[in-house]
């Protein structure tokens, strides 16, 4: 899994299987996350966000969990597909930071057809 | 696409030389980020600005300098620039009503030689 600021790890899953990316954070404080994808070659695109007020939210193909107890955040993707190759940032956001996100190095995500 | 334009897509300069980097939006947002990006590193945040006023200075060299002159347009000047600043810097926008919300552009990919 991924924690804030350390290395960048790399999942590798079988299309059509499910996908589960994981995100450690440090700060107790925080009160907003937010999922961002990158492909190649591009900037990163917003997946899906969550408050702190929530245990789990879910979009198209995509769920986000939180677990405020370890502070841990994960995103599921299901039934993955070859287009979800790409690296998968979670960031944070402290309350009363006012908009500034704090990233984390990113997992890349490997479909293997 | 984002809506979020940045040009160049590639930059290749000299440590003498100066260049700026242009980024668009046309999003109605109104505040506008820096970021750079180097391999394995989570995103730096470089600069914010707020309705046209810098509200963020993250400790960044003088060799880069922002300017904001309106909502709209985001520019960074880079003069006499050193290897190790050579990274992907990537600009976003954030929507009033939803600050936390960062939409970016693909990014320059900028070497410094």
């Known amino acids: 899994g991924e924690s804030v600021g350390l290395h960048l790890p790399t999942l590798s899953v079988q299309e059509g299987d499910n996908s589960i990316i994981n995100c450690a954070y440090s700060?107790?404080?925080?009160?907003?996350f937010i999922w961002y994808k990158q492909e190649s070659g591009k900037g990163p695109q917003f997946i899906i966000d969550i408050r702190s007020n929530m245990d789990k939210r879910q979009g198209q193909r995509v769920t986000v969990l939180l677990n405020k107890t370890v502070k841990h955040l994960s995103l599921q993707i299901a039934a993955t597909q070859p287009g979800d190759s790409a690296v998968y940032f979670c960031?944070?956001?402290?309350?009363?930071?006012?908009?500034?996100?704090?990233f984390g190095t990113g997992t890349q995500l490997k479909v293997e057809l | 696409e984002t809506g979020v334009t940045q040009t160049p897509r590639h930059l290749v300069m000299g440590m003498t030389n100066k260049k700026s980097l242009k980024c668009e939006q046309h999003l109605g947002h109104n505040a506008m980020y820096w970021y750079k990006q180097s391999a394995k590193k989570p995103l730096e945040l470089m600069f914010v600005y707020s309705l046209e006023e810098r509200v963020e200075n993250n400790s960044v060299p003088s060799r880069f300098s922002p300017e904001c002159p309106n909502s709209s347009h985001l520019f960074l000047h880079l003069h006499t620039l050193q290897p190790e600043d050579s990274a992907l810097y990537l600009c976003a926008s954030s929507d009033p009503a939803a600050n936390e919300k960062l939409f970016f552009g693909s990014g320059t990919q900028l070497s410094v030689l």
């Open positions: 960031a944070e956001k402290l309350l009363g930071g006012g908009n500034k996100l704090t």
């Open positions: 700060n107790s404080a925080s009160d907003y």
